[in-house]
C-alpha cells in the first residue's frame, strides 16, 4: 500500500538525484517487467524486488560535435585524436561518475530508511559471452517512462532522443511508479528512411553494418510493446572497442565475415601497445556511437548547423 511514507521516500530520492546533476529520474514498478527473459527479472536479481529506479544523464553537445568531426568522413582519420572527448566526456565520465555515483548514494539513501537496494552499473555487461547486463539500464528507462525505444534499439528521451546514458537501482522499497511515456510517437521510421536514402538513418550510418534490415526485436514493457531493428551485438562490440578499422581502430585489423564474441577476444588480445594504453586510460569509453550521435529525434540545432553537408553515410 502506497501512501505519505512513499511520497516521502520519492521526493528524498529524487531530491538526491537532482542534486547530483542527474537529468532524469523515474521509477518502474517490478510488474513492468513481468516479459523481461528468466533470469533478468528484478525479482530474479533481488528477493522481493518492488521498484527499479531509473537515473540518466544527458550527453553534452561539444563531445557529441567533436566525434561527429572524427567520424564524419571514416576514410579520412586526421580528426582522429579529437574523438576522446566523446569517449570520456560524452561516456566514461557520465557512467562511472554522474551515473554509478549517484547510484551508490541512492543505495545509502535507501538503505537507511531500512530497504534494500542494489544499484546496476552504467552501461556495464556482466554476462560477456551472451552480451547481457544483469538488468537492461534502457529497458528500465522505457518501464520508468523517461521515453520509448527508437529503430536503433535505445531509449529515446522528448528533448535529446537518445543522447543519454542510463543505470538503475532495484529496490525492495514500495515507489510510488511514474507514468510510462504515451506522448507522440519519437521515432517516425517512415521519415527517417527519407533522411537515410531508405534506410532509418541509424541503419545508415553504421560503419559495420551491425543492424539487420529485415529483422527485428518485440519487447512488452508494462501496457506497451515496441518494436525495433535486430543488432549483432558481436559486431557492435568490436566497433565500440575500437577494433574495428572502419570505425578508428587499428587499420591492418582484418574482420572475419562471420563475426563472434571470440572475434572481439582474438583482435583485443593482439591489439598494438598504443591502442591497449587507449582502452586502459578511458576505461569504458566508446570509439562509435554513431546510431546514437546520428539519429534526428533531439538531435541539437547547433551541432547539426556545424555538421551540415560533412557526413557520409556509410550502409
Known sequence: MRGRNNYYLNEKVIELARDNDIDYVGIAPVDRFRHAPPGHKPGDILPGAQSVISLGVRVSQGPQLTQRL??????????????????????????????????????????????????????????AKALMATLSNRHAAVAAGLGEFGWNGLCLTPDVGPRARFCSIITTAN????????????????????????????????PIAAFNQKRTVEVVIGDRRFEYAWMNHDKCVIAGMGLHPRILGPEDNVIPSKVTFDTAVQLAAKRPPVYSLEGLVFGRGHFCGLCLLRCPVGSPKLVDDIMKGKEKLYS
Open 70 to 127: 572524427a567520424t564524419a568522413d571514416l576514410s579520412d582519420r586526421r580528426l582522429r585524436h579529437i574523438s576522446f572527448s566523446y569517449r570520456w566526456f560524452g561516456y566514461g565520465l557520465i557512467n562511472q561518475y554522474f551515473l554509478d555515483r549517484t547510484a551508490a548514494l541512492v543505495t545509502k539513501l535507501l538503505e537507511k530508511e531500512g530497504q534494500i537496494a542494489l544499484p546496476i552499473v552504467a552501461s556495464g555487461v556482466e554476462d
Open 175 to 206: 515507489l510510488d511508479p511514474t507514468p510510462m511515456y504515451h506522448g507522440p510517437k519519437l521515432c517516425d521510421v517512415d521519415r527517417c528512411k527519407e533522411l537515410g536514402n531508405g534506410l532509418p538513418v541509424c541503419l545508415k550510418v553504421c
